[in-house]
């Protein structure tokens, strides 16, 4: 059974850190590219970030220069390390794991809560 659990998500002031954590199990993670997204309310979900399996990091634009993407293959873990949080960062985190080359082979975790508010 594959699971995606997120941690790490809370309650955090504008211009704070959180750093994300999402673990794996039920997948050899080290064939499978992550990602991570967020969903705010009333708006589509959207990409933040993506880490391959070489561990190469790409981010959308609103991430750049505040969020970094990491995974430990040891610990079939991937994070996202948040910085200079805003309030629009504010949206539920997702962990995606796609697989390398079998693209239907696509998880997700169940979202973890990120508030930015003073």
């Known amino acids: 059974q594959v699971q995606l659990v997120e941690s790490g998500g809370g309650l955090v002031q504008p211009g704070g850190s959180l750093r994300l954590s999402c673990a794996t199990s039920?997948?050899?993670?080290?064939?499978?590219?992550m990602g991570w997204y967020r969903q705010a309310p009333g708006n589509q979900r959207e990409l933040v970030a993506t880490i391959s399996t070489g561990g190469h990091t790409n981010y959308a634009d609103s991430a750049k220069g505040r969020f970094t993407g990491s995974r430990d293959n040891a610990k079939n873990s991937v994070y996202l390390q948040m910085n200079s949080l805003k309030p629009e960062d504010t949206a539920v985190y997702y962990c995606n794991a796609v697989h390398r080359v079998i693209e239907s082979w696509n998880y997700w975790g169940q979202g973890t809560q990120v508030t930015v508010s003073s």
């Open positions: 039920g997948i050899t993670f080290s064939n499978y590219n």
